[in-house]
Every structure is written in C-alpha cells, then in structure tokens.
C-alpha cells in the first residue's frame, strides 16, 4: 500500500514535468535563445583553445644558422648548477649525475608553406642527469627538468606528433642529445644538422670530459 502510494505521487509529478515541457517546447522563443547560448558558449570555448594553440607556439624559436644555445656546468657539491643560454634568455637548473641528456622538439614546414618561406622552429623540452653506477640512478630522481611547458595541456607539436598529422604541410621530429659527461666549467654548444640535434664541446673542460669518458 505505501509503495503503491509513492508511485502514484511519483507518476503525478511526472505527468506534471510532461505538462510544463509540452507547454515550454511550444513557445519557440527558448529554443532559438538555447541555441543562441550554446553556440555562444561553444565559440568561447574554441577561442580559449586557439588562444592556447597561439601561447604554446609562441614558445618555439626560429632555427637559425647559428648555435641554438650553449650549456654549461658548474659543480656545486654533489651537484652541478646548469646554465642554458638560448639567445638572451638565460635559465639556470641543478642537475644530478655524471651524464646529461637533453630532448627537444622540430617543426619543419613542407611543401606551400616552405615555398611561402616559414622557417622551421624548435623547442628544447627537458634536460636530464643520470649516474653510470645503475644503483646510484635507482636512488637518484628520475623527473627530467622542464625546460618548456604547454598550457593547460594544449600541446599542438605532441597531438601531431602522436597522431602522425602532417597535412602535408608541416612535420613534427623529436630531438635528442644522447648523454654526454658533465665537468666542472664544461661548455657545450648546441646545433641542429640533417641528422639532429648535435652538442659539441666549447672548451677545454668539456673535451677533456670526453676524452676521459670515451
């Protein structure tokens, strides 16, 4: 009996929301100010995307003729303070290890677009240390160091990139620099050649590095 009640009020307010949605979906005038809102919203919500695209391709730089940047390395106790200078803008990390890696990312135009003259760009994404000694990387952190980040997870370069999207227009290469040793006032420069990213060392302390390492 008292289930049998609650269903009763339960199909009254039902045939009550049928009523007052009959009676709203006759006047025409709430549709066209939904629709007007939805679209409103949606084209606020594709502005915010593009504006997201336009500040992450801000952060990649033209690939010119020269060095793309120069790293160096001071030691400071167990650690090394890195300095990456790309032009004028000067960053500086504490890194742990005895190697150092750095990853990077190229956009190269084809095509339209290379016979209209863009030029290609690039990003220096991470920087990272490690130890020879495997137990003493499995103690070390593992978080490479940012040197780039994408907004809200607005990554162009990384959607092509992953869903091979090319248009026949642009495409997306990953940048590496294999590990190389890190020494007390060692310098390395930083290019890009046909066949990737190329570090070379600048001074006397890091070709020493190499040569003790090899």
């Known amino acids: 009996m008292q289930y049998g009640a609650l269903a009763w009020a339960f199909a009254l307010f039902s045939l009550l929301a049928i009523g007052l949605a009959a009676r709203l979906l006759i006047n025409r005038k709430w549709f066209l100010a939904w629709l007007r809102g939805t679209v409103g919203l949606l084209l606020l919500v594709a502005a915010a995307g593009i504006a997201g695209v336009a ?3 801000y ?7 020269k060095p793309l940047a120069t ?3 001071k030691a400071v106790g ?5 300095m990456v ?3 004028a803008e000067e960053r500086q990390f504490s890194l742990e290890g ?18 209209l003259g863009l030029r290609d760009g690039y990003r220096l994404q991470a920087l990272q240390g490690r130890y020879l000694s495997i137990e003493q990387q499995n103690q070390a952190p593992a978080q490479p160091v940012a040197l780039a980040r994408s907004p809200y997870g607005i990554d162009l370069w990384q959607w092509l990139h992953d869903g091979s999207h090319s248009l026949f227009v642009f495409e997306t290469k990953a940048l590496q620099v ?4 890190m020494a007390n006032d060692a310098v390395y420069t930083l290019s890009l050649t046909p066949t990737g990213l190329l570090a070379e060392p600048l001074n006397q302390a890091a070709q020493q590095a ?3 390492w090899h």
């Open 98 to 115: 005895e190697l150092w890696q750095l990853q990077g990312r190229l956009w190269q135009w084809r095509g339209l677009a290379q016979m």
């Open 55 to 57: 500040y992450d391709l």
């Open 178 to 181: 294999n590990f190389l040793p």
């Open 71 to 73: 790293i160096s390395f």
């Open 59 to 65: 952060s990649y730089r033209t690939v010119g003729a």
């Open 85 to 87: 200078l790309e032009g």
């Open 210 to 212: 190499l040569q003790e």
């Open 78 to 82: 167990p650690l090394y303070q890195v």
